[in-house]
Nanobody
Framework: QVQLVESGGGLVQAGESLRLSCAAS????????MGWYRQAPGKQRELVAS???????NYADSVKGRFTISRDNGERTVYLQMNSLKPEDTAVYYC?????????WGQGTQVTVSS
């Protein structure tokens, strides 16, 4: 069983940066693909970025060039560096760990970007 705990959300102004962290426990971290998703009020949850155990990454078009996902397998942690934040990035951000049908979610952390 994998447990995920996110941290690092908050309130920032447009143009500023935040770094989200997701600490994992309970299983073989490197085997899992890790992802960050977000859900804004009234909208569906969407993929922001993902990273495989060996470091291959994928980004939503809306965050390419601004956000960077990374992972430290030794520390069992995945990060999301968010630069040049925009008001439309406001959402609850969720960490995800996936290995086949084994799918785990964190509790979410709020990111609010004011204009």
């Amino acid at each position: 069983q994998v447990q995920l705990v996110e941290s690092g959300g908050g309130l920032v102004q447009a143009g500023e940066s935040l770094r989200l962290s997701c600490a994992a426990s309970g299983s073989i971290f490197i085997a899992y693909a890790m992802g960050w998703y977000r859900q804004a009020p009234g909208k569906q949850r969407e993929l922001v970025a993902s990273i495989t155990g060996v470091g291959s990454t994928n980004y939503a078009d809306s965050v390419k060039g601004r956000f960077t996902i990374s992972r430290d397998n030794g520390e069992r942690t995945v990060y999301l560096q968010m630069n040049s934040l925009k008001p439309e990035d406001t959402a609850v951000y969720y960490c995800n760990a996936r290995l086949g049908y084994d799918d785990h979610w964190g509790q979410g952390t709020q990111v609010t970007v004011s204009s």
